[in-house]
């Protein structure tokens, strides 16, 4: 079987059933075939996630406008209120030609393989904007490899160890390459006074009570994968299989539980808050945080808030580290938010279907990017070479706009944006870090093989089962279980469908490959 290597597991949200009309599926036709309809106006229903909804009018749609060349008609939804709106839309009889749909749910997975939207896999290609250049995660956003939505990319790699940078000058630390390094310091953050304090009052890890189960980028996740076992899923001996069935989670979750029984994690780990992560990181009691690397920049203007002189002396940042088999594997993100899909029963023919594709290409544009992703230049922002400089006094109305529309960036082959220029040289220095971190771990990037499969038992027996591996993972770090109650575990993980699972993701991924 093929080596494969996409990202993204199903959803959970459901979206109604949708009566379709007799259309054709993906087309097999060429662009100099089948000419593109000329479109005067796009719909488009997508979600505002700030307080107000974009005025009618404004500055933004007009900009877009004069770019794509036609009038936009969006109707703005309240991101809380979306599920439910789409549910509505699909079962009547007024849809867009364009829907916002923000994850590969069951319900819009029904729809999709019944026929209701388009299947794009044979005409993105046509289109140099919506051509993308990240396959891996366009596999991923695809429903057992058919793609019925341009994704909305985002970055691929966020994973980072966010570290307190005064410790590792107080002990004469280096920031951690490898997991054995991790180990290292943060026993040495843990046991030698890294305040110089006197007291024995610091750990190493901070880790709070994560909110999803396993392969929800929790930072046990990071260590797993990290160790070798994969990103939720991974490929051995030609079959797809979960990443805790593996030798290498095993080894992963016995480093976890040592780090735990040798306090040199935060005790409260099972309990402690994520939405506190920051605390015992700015009040000096823990001194590593496995997280997304924006974190970084939110803890350094924390910083600049409590000691605008010193700021700079706290935060460092490393990448994805080595594992004990000499190799880096990578943590990545699903690296899309949705997509944007066409609804059949409003775009009927191949002819209005291009018509629409031609103006999302326009929409994904180096001209249209820094529309959607920055505003208006000159009133939002200003350029700095290369940079956008936010206008601090722009309304606060447009600048809330400008977050709206960028909902319906896509992104598909490369941000089409302005970067953000940084407020201090060290601030310009951690960001350009970060991006660089990014781009280097992208290389090595362990994708989930499983991302494209939508797996039937799986859909009416996951939220099950994913509990049963991820508290007894818990457990086990814990100390409320040995080995043997993990691999016990795991079994009745088997037996309760996880076989079932596995054998379905494997017909489907060899049928797709």
């Known amino acids: 079987m093929k080596h494969r290597k996409p990202l993204i597991g199903i959803g959970i949200a459901a979206v109604a059933a949708l009566a379709l009309t007799g259309c054709s599926g993906s087309g097999g036709d060429t662009a100099a075939e089948v000419e593109a309809a000329e479109l005067d106006s796009l719909s488009i229903m997508a979600p505002y996630l700030v307080t107000n909804a974009p005025e009618e009018g404004n500055e933004v749609q007009t900009a877009l406008e004069d770019v794509l060349g036609v009038d936009l008609d969006i109707t703005w939804v309240p991101n809380s209120s979306y599920g439910d709106k789409v549910n509505i839309t699909l079962a009547g009889d007024d849809l867009p030609q364009v829907m916002v749909i923000q994850g590969k749910d069951p319900g819009f997975v029904r729809n999709a393989e019944a026929g209701a939207f388009w299947e794009l896999t044979d005409y993105l290609e046509d289109y140099p904007n919506l051509a993308t250049t990240f396959p891996e995660t366009q596999k991923a956003s695809s429903i057992n490899g058919k793609v019925y939505g341009v994704f909305r990319a985002r970055d691929v790699i966020r994973e980072a160890v966010i570290i307190r940078k005064d410790w590792l000058e107080n002990l004469g630390l280096e920031v951690p390459t490898t997991t054995d390094e ?27 009570k994560w909110p999803g189960t396993i392969g929800t980028n929790s930072p046990w996740d990071a260590i797993e994968t990290w160790y070798g076992a994969g990103n939720r899923w991974t490929e051995r001996d030609g079959e797809l299989v979960p990443n805790f069935t593996t030798d290498e989670w095993l080894e992963a979750v016995q480093f976890e539980r040592q780090l735990v029984e040798e306090g040199v994690v935060n005790p409260d780990y099972a309990t402690f808050d994520s939405a506190k992560w920051n605390e015992p990181f700015l009040t000096g009691k823990g001194g590593i945080i496995l997280d997304v690397h924006s974190r970084a920049g939110v803890l350094i203007n924390l910083f600049k808030e409590s000691d605008p002189e010193n700021f700079e002396n706290y935060v460092d940042i490393g990448g994805n580290l080595e594992g004990p088999d000499g190799e880096v594997h990578a ?44 505003g208006i230049e ?114 009745l993980w088997r037996s309760s469908g996880g076989d079932d699972v596995i054998a379905e993701i494997n017909e489907l991924a060899d049928a797709d490959s």
């Open 182 to 208: 991790l180990y290292d310091v943060a026993k040495a953050f843990t046991e030698d006074d890294p305040d110089g304090n006197g007291a024995d009052d610091t750990y190493g890890l901070i880790i709070p």
């Open 331 to 374: 943590l990545p993100t699903t690296g899309y938010s949705g997509f944007l899909a066409i609804p059949k029963a409003k775009v009927r023919t191949e002819e209005e279907l291009r018509g629409v594709l031609e103006v999302l290409d326009k929409l994904n544009s180096d001209e249209a990017g820094p529309i959607l992703n920055n």
């Open 378 to 491: 000159g009133v939002t922002y200003e350029l700095d070479g290369d940079l956008a400089v936010a206008i601090a006094d722009a309304p606060q109305a447009l600048k809330d706009t400008v977050m709206s529309y960028s909902q319906l960036g896509m992104n598909v082959n490369g941000f089409k944006g302005y970067l953000p220029k940084q407020a201090t040289d060290y601030e310009q220095e951690m960001y350009d870090k970060r991006k660089a971190i990014e781009a280097a771990d992208l290389e090595l990037a362990e994708f989930d093989p499983s991302a494209p499969y939508v797996s039937e038992t799986y859909v009416s027996k996951g939220a099950q089962l994913d509990t049963i591996v991820a508290d007894a993972r818990i457990q086990y770090i814990a100390g409320q279980i040995d080995l043997n109650g993990l691999e016990d575990a795991v079994e």
